[in-house]
């Protein structure tokens, strides 16, 4: 079983100081070979990726707790807000959660609505290190 077939894996970014920030993620394969979910730019998690796309993958639970046996890989992430693959980890995510993902849709945009963000306006890509 690989890190794409989890149902939802801890993504640490790094911090300009090197601390490391977990947040719990949900993962779907990309037909490139990488890795993606999608989040809203301007939160801390793209911020830091900006600043240094080094990040490590782990699995976890939905509340960021790391499953027993599970290792940290090491990656590299990448922002995109549209394309090909931008649609393919939508669609792909959407078909995975279901419900879950509507639910979160709807939720993460009248949560960050305040802060003049979009739920879901960018997928994070991660090419996973060998």
């Known amino acids: 079983m690989g890190i794409s077939d989890e149902k939802c894996i801890s993504l640490t970014t790094f911090r300009r100081s090197g601390e490391g920030v977990p947040s719990p993620v949900w993962v779907e394969a990309v037909s490139d070979g990488r890795i993606g979910f999608w989040t809203s730019m ?3 998690k793209t911020k830091r990726i900006k600043n240094d796309p080094h990040v490590t993958v782990q699995a ?13 890989v090491s990656g590299t992430a990448e922002l995109i807000q549209g394309g090909p693959l931008f649609d393919e980890v939508q669609r792909k995510v959407k078909a995975k959660y279901g419900w879950q993902a509507r639910v979160a849709h709807l939720m993460g945009n009248l949560a960050l609505k305040r802060r003049g963000l979009t739920y879901g306006d960018t997928v994070v890509l991660i090419r996973l290190d060998d």
């Open 42 to 44: 301007g939160t801390g």
């Open 60 to 72: 976890c639970d939905m509340r960021g707790r790391l499953k027993d046996g599970s290792s940290a």
